[in-house]
């Protein structure tokens, strides 16, 4: 017996919207109860990619597979479109409706669906039941179009940057729900460009740059090809008349890479109570005076940045 399709496959995808390559050869597989993050700037090509995943948007080229099925019209789509579950980026539900008459206008498309009390419990609006959307907060909006995209009892789920503009508690409830609907056998792909959400939600990641995974792996292991645990950042006071050269940084005990900036430069280093000690000494031997200077633990941000020298909020 055959091993049933992944979830999600898709091969050689491809789109153009006039001169601009949306997404170039995308080649990608998502497994079964797996929690699959897209990572990248705006404009990489995330929201195309899900569209085209999604039924949404035709491929220009490419074939993708969605629960072993294709999308094609007539009762095959309908079918495959009661198994998935679908948050889009920008919801737009009517505000003059109550959280419960929304809810119940999503139960009536699927032939089998959640109860409104079931869903409402899934994403913690039982409260707001009666409420007006107009009147939901930014966070139990985005709830309330989760629920719409949970009230078929989908397989697969999609969630389109799900907490952009989100406040960090209304974002961990919304990380709560995906966990509950994971931990009940579901599979997510999501997109993001938040590196913390990704590293806390995510099996596994690809970071997409103008079309294409350029990466593709668990947040641990994209962040251990840096090739060490921490960064340094510093900036001096008085511009680059003093300061040291990448090679003088880059000889510092412990730095294993160095990544000059337009504003910092950011030492990548393997021990941070060796290295920080030996940049302040170097940067007293050459009377430059810091600005800045701050360590973090490496994440998937500062893999982007190794990869394409810019950071995803300047892309």
């Not at 899900?50 to 629960?67: F, N, S, W």
């Not at 869903?119 to 719409?148: D, I, M, Y």
């Not at 008349?241 to 030492?267: I, W």
Request: net charge neutral; glycine share 10%; proline share 5%.
């Amino acid at each position: 017996m055959s091993p049933p399709a992944p979830p999600i496959r898709c091969a050689g995808l491809t789109k153009r919207y006039a001169d601009v390559i949306a997404v170039a050869g995308l080649d990608l597989t998502v497994n079964t109860r797996e929690c699959f993050g897209l990572l990248g700037p705006n404009g990489a090509g995330k929201t195309t990619t899900i569209e085209i995943l999604e039924g949404l948007t035709a491929p220009d080229r490419g074939e993708v597979e969605i629960l072993g099925m294709r999308w094609t019209r007539g009762s095959s789509t309908r079918a495959l479109r009661e198994r998935l579950g679908i948050q889009l980026q920008d919801t737009q539900l009517a505000e003059k409706l109550t959280v419960e008459e929304t809810v119940r206008l999503f139960r009536s498309f699927y032939r089998a669906a959640h109860s409104v009390e079931e869903v409402l419990g899934l994403v913690g609006l039982e409260e707001k039941r009666t409420a007006w959307v107009g009147k939901l907060s930014g966070g139990q909006k985005q709830r309330l179009a989760v629920a719409c995209a949970l009230v078929s009892r989908p397989e697969l789920l999609f969630l389109d940057e799900p907490t952009t503009g989100l406040d960090p508690q209304s974002r961990r409830q919304l990380w709560e729900v995906i966990g509950r609907f994971r931990a009940a056998g579901g599979t997510v792909l999501l997109t993001t460009h938040y590196m913390e959400e990704a590293e806390r939600l995510c099996d596994r990641v690809a970071i997409m740059d103008h079309g294409k995974v350029i990466a593709l792996g668990t947040p641990r292991s994209l962040i251990a090809s840096l090739g060490a645990e921490h960064v340094v950042e510093f900036a001096l006071a008085d511009g680059a008349a003093r300061a040291p050269s990448p090679a003088e940084l880059a000889g510092l005990p412990g730095v294993r890479a160095v990544r000059p900036g337009v504003d910092r430069t950011a030492l990548t280093v393997a021990e941070v109570h060796r290295a920080v000690p030996a940049l302040l000494g170097l940067l007293e031997r050459r009377g430059a005076e810091l600005s800045l200077l701050a360590t973090h633990h490496a994440t998937l941000e500062d893999v982007f940045v190794s990869l394409t020298g810019r950071h995803l909020r300047d892309a």
